[in-house]
């Protein structure tokens, strides 16, 4: 049997196990049973499932369905045991349904009551409502039937509001009607809801209505727009068991959008609604406090956003079964539900029931196959947001952090390639303060280079998950002294040349410095690439300016301190050409840049 993939979380389970969803193929979902009715034993399971029930107080599974050599409105139940120690389904028994009227269709169990099951039905002909009462000890009878809403055809909303309580309403000429019914041993009683309704008269008829139920919340949202008058509005209302209804939040939405979706988190208590043009009306995420949904304010990332999203989650996890047996993730930093990658192996991918926290059913619709699963045992790596579209900027001398959590689950498993020194991966972020040294590389020619971009690589083992650039911004810095410059001299008579680039350097690498002058000896020459010749005709001392530009705006000034008198030496001593301070200072240059500079030299008649 192929592996199913899935994803996890370490959650502690009563008998201190981990329990999760697999990320790889090793770690899959472990198929308990494979019931297959496809050829051996057909009788046994429906062509067409119509609708289920799981009942978890005496782990029986119901299936009401029909087959394709028989009338759409003959209808079967089956019932299966399971066995909660093996984890194994064992079949019952089966029997068709025998209703008041053979012309009903669209069943639903809507809840088991005692020992009745109670179902909801529609008349093939008028497209009128019943709610049906079968004795489920007692030969499968009929109890009790009742029409909700005489008169009045359509699609109808039913839920179980309590243990014995039934919920349901309709929309029919610019109202909603609901009726609440309780069920008892021989009878189903039902009567009109007390509380507040929304008021639609400012509706007309042909107004686009669509109703989504907030599972877990006893609440359903209706969203009713009218292109008409220009109106739209969401509606949420609460019921409770007697029978009262409470309307709690009133939302208006521009004319001209509607919604497309919504997901409710009973365990969590917020709610999702994902609009159909979000420049016009944003998604919205709300949280339920004092019996009212408030707006967070914060607005949900982008994720699943199917219309009414139905989610198992895994006890008291961010992890659990969607639509299809798909595995899914809440993501809490980014306020969004996201599908994780996997390699579905069921035989099966309609619909999943999780039975607790480790063990679950799916079932085939159409399909004739039931499977009970064990939920696998590893931890996952789930994508939440694209990186791979992403250029991360780092600022020289500024810290910076990317937090991989915003991008996937469990970010501790990943392996980071191609990181640019200094920055570091923790097992969460990435950070780091680069400085000038980290900008900038040695070429193989020599020159100093500014690093532009690092493609830095996401792996999952030795999966390549995906990659995503790092650009480093440089700082533009003034250009400075290679060393500390003492006084000069030069002897009476003398021509010196000075080149002023091996005095200053620029630490950016990255523009050719020009140089001003103030206060120059007589017959001193400059020329445009810092070359600086003075004829020292006459004796006396000179405080030479010079001003260093690399035309970004970073300048430096400093000056040169130069005497000329008869020795060319300090306090007029003699010497050569070159003081001992200009000997001293040559020294440290060829230390520092290892390339022999002259500064002052004397000129060659």
């Given at each position: 049997m192929n592996k199913f993939v899935f994803f996890c979380r370490g959650l502690i389970l009563a008998s201190m196990s981990f329990m999760c969803f697999s990320s790889t193929a090793e770690d899959a979902f472990n198929i308990l049973q494979t019931l297959d009715y496809r050829e051996e034993q057909q009788e046994l399971y429906p062509d067409s499932v119509r609708t289920y029930h799981f009942d978890k107080s005496t782990n029986t599974l119901y299936l009401i369905g029909n087959n394709l050599d028989s009338d759409i409105t003959v209808q079967t139940l089956y019932i299966w045991q399971y066995?909660?120690?093996?984890?194994?389904?064992?079949?019952?028994?089966?029997?068709?349904?025998?209703?008041?009227?053979?012309?009903?269709?669209?069943?639903?169990?809507?809840?088991?009551?005692?020992?009745?099951?109670?179902?909801?039905?529609?008349?093939?002909?008028?497209?009128?409502?019943?709610?049906?009462?079968?004795?489920?000890?007692?030969?499968?009878?009929?109890?009790k039937e009742v029409e909700l809403f005489p008169d009045i055809g359509g699609y109808i909303n039913v839920t179980q509001s309590s243990e014995n309580t039934i919920f349901s309403f309709i929309y029919s000429q610019n109202a909603i009607i609901a009726t609440?019914?309780?069920?008892?041993?021989?009878?189903?009683?039902?009567?009109?809801?007390?509380?507040?309704?929304?008021?639609?008269?400012?509706?007309?008829?042909?107004?686009?209505?669509?109703?989504?139920?907030?599972?877990?919340?006893?609440?359903?949202?209706?969203?009713?727009?009218?292109?008409?008058?220009?109106?739209?509005?969401?509606?949420?209302?609460?019921?409770?068991?007697?029978?009262?209804?409470?309307?709690?939040?009133?939302?208006?939405?521009?004319?001209?959008?509607?919604?497309?979706?919504?997901?409710?988190?009973?365990?969590?208590?917020?709610?999702?609604?994902?609009?159909?043009?979000?420049?016009?009306?944003?998604?919205?995420?709300?949280?339920?406090?004092?019996?009212?949904?408030?707006?967070?304010?914060?607005t949900p990332g982008r994720g699943v956003e199917d219309a009414n999203l139905p989610v198992q989650f895994v006890a008291d996890t961010d992890y659990g079964l969607g639509p299809q047996c798909r595995a899914i993730i809440y993501s809490k930093e980014k306020l969004s539900l996201h599908f994780t990658d996997q390699t579905r192996n069921l035989l099966t991918i309609n619909d999943c029931i999780l039975i607790d926290a480790e063990y679950g059913l799916s079932i085939g619709r159409n399909d004739k196959v039931i499977q009970s699963f064990q939920l696998a045992n590893t931890l996952p790596i789930t994508k939440l947001d694209s990186l791979n579209s992403f250029s991360f900027q780092w600022t020289q001398d500024q810290y910076s952090e990317i937090n991989l959590k915003n991008y996937y689950t469990n970010p501790s498993l990943l392996t980071i390639k191609g990181l640019p020194a200094p920055l570091t991966f923790d097992g969460e972020k990435i950070t780091g303060k680069p400085g000038k040294k980290d900008i900038f590389v040695l070429s193989s020619a020599g020159n100093y280079e500014k690093i532009d971009r690092s493609r830095v690589q996401v792996f999952s083992g030795t999966k390549l998950l995906t990659n995503f650039a790092i650009d480093f911004i440089n700082i533009n810095d003034a250009p400075e002294l290679i060393s500390p410059l003492s006084k000069e001299y030069l002897k009476k008579g003398g021509s010196y040349e000075l080149l002023i680039n091996d005095l200053v350097w620029d630490p950016d690498y990255d523009s050719p410095i020009s140089y001003t002058y103030t206060n120059l000896p007589p017959n001193s020459k400059v020329d445009d690439y810092g070359g600086l010749q003075i004829i020292s005709a006459k004796t006396g001392k000179y405080s030479i300016g010079v001003t260093a530009n690399d035309g970004k705006g970073g300048v430096l000034k400093f000056s040169l301190e130069v005497e000329v008198n008869g020795s060319g030496s300090e306090g007029g001593s003699s010497g050569g050409s070159v003081g001992i301070n200009l000997l001293l200072l040559l020294f440290i240059l060829l230390l520092l840049r290892n390339n022999p500079a002259v500064l002052f030299k004397r000129h060659k008649p």
């Amino acid at each position: 049997m192929n592996k199913f993939v899935f994803f996890c979380r370490g959650l502690i389970l009563a008998s201190m196990s981990f329990m999760c969803f697999s990320s790889t193929a090793e770690d899959a979902f472990n198929i308990l049973q494979t019931l297959d009715y496809r050829e051996e034993q057909q009788e046994l399971y429906p062509d067409s499932v119509r609708t289920y029930h799981f009942d978890k107080s005496t782990n029986t599974l119901y299936l009401i369905g029909n087959n394709l050599d028989s009338d759409i409105t003959v209808q079967t139940l089956y019932i299966w045991q399971y066995e909660p120690t093996s984890h194994l389904l064992e079949f019952n028994q089966k029997v068709v349904l025998d209703f008041a009227n053979n012309e009903y269709i669209n069943f639903k169990i809507v809840a088991k009551v005692d020992d009745k099951l109670i179902i909801s039905n529609q008349d093939n002909l008028d497209s009128s409502n019943y709610l049906s009462s079968i004795d489920l000890n007692d030969g499968f009878k009929l109890v009790k039937e009742v029409e909700l809403f005489p008169d009045i055809g359509g699609y109808i909303n039913v839920t179980q509001s309590s243990e014995n309580t039934i919920f349901s309403f309709i929309y029919s000429q610019n109202a909603i009607i609901a009726t609440h019914c309780t069920v008892n041993v021989t009878d189903i009683t039902c009567q009109d809801v007390q509380g507040e309704l929304p008021d639609l008269s400012n509706f007309t008829t042909s107004a686009f209505y669509r109703t989504y139920f907030l599972a877990g919340f006893n609440q359903f949202l209706f969203e009713i727009s009218d292109s008409n008058t220009g109106i739209a509005k969401a509606y949420i209302f609460r019921f409770d068991e007697f029978g009262n209804i409470f309307l709690l939040n009133d939302i208006s939405l521009p004319s001209n959008v509607r919604l497309k979706g919504i997901t409710a988190l009973s365990t969590k208590s917020e709610l999702f609604i994902y609009s159909g043009n979000t420049s016009l009306y944003p998604d919205k995420h709300y949280i339920y406090e004092n019996d009212k949904w408030l707006d967070s304010g914060t607005t949900p990332g982008r994720g699943v956003e199917d219309a009414n999203l139905p989610v198992q989650f895994v006890a008291d996890t961010d992890y659990g079964l969607g639509p299809q047996c798909r595995a899914i993730i809440y993501s809490k930093e980014k306020l969004s539900l996201h599908f994780t990658d996997q390699t579905r192996n069921l035989l099966t991918i309609n619909d999943c029931i999780l039975i607790d926290a480790e063990y679950g059913l799916s079932i085939g619709r159409n399909d004739k196959v039931i499977q009970s699963f064990q939920l696998a045992n590893t931890l996952p790596i789930t994508k939440l947001d694209s990186l791979n579209s992403f250029s991360f900027q780092w600022t020289q001398d500024q810290y910076s952090e990317i937090n991989l959590k915003n991008y996937y689950t469990n970010p501790s498993l990943l392996t980071i390639k191609g990181l640019p020194a200094p920055l570091t991966f923790d097992g969460e972020k990435i950070t780091g303060k680069p400085g000038k040294k980290d900008i900038f590389v040695l070429s193989s020619a020599g020159n100093y280079e500014k690093i532009d971009r690092s493609r830095v690589q996401v792996f999952s083992g030795t999966k390549l998950l995906t990659n995503f650039a790092i650009d480093f911004i440089n700082i533009n810095d003034a250009p400075e002294l290679i060393s500390p410059l003492s006084k000069e001299y030069l002897k009476k008579g003398g021509s010196y040349e000075l080149l002023i680039n091996d005095l200053v350097w620029d630490p950016d690498y990255d523009s050719p410095i020009s140089y001003t002058y103030t206060n120059l000896p007589p017959n001193s020459k400059v020329d445009d690439y810092g070359g600086l010749q003075i004829i020292s005709a006459k004796t006396g001392k000179y405080s030479i300016g010079v001003t260093a530009n690399d035309g970004k705006g970073g300048v430096l000034k400093f000056s040169l301190e130069v005497e000329v008198n008869g020795s060319g030496s300090e306090g007029g001593s003699s010497g050569g050409s070159v003081g001992i301070n200009l000997l001293l200072l040559l020294f440290i240059l060829l230390l520092l840049r290892n390339n022999p500079a002259v500064l002052f030299k004397r000129h060659k008649p």
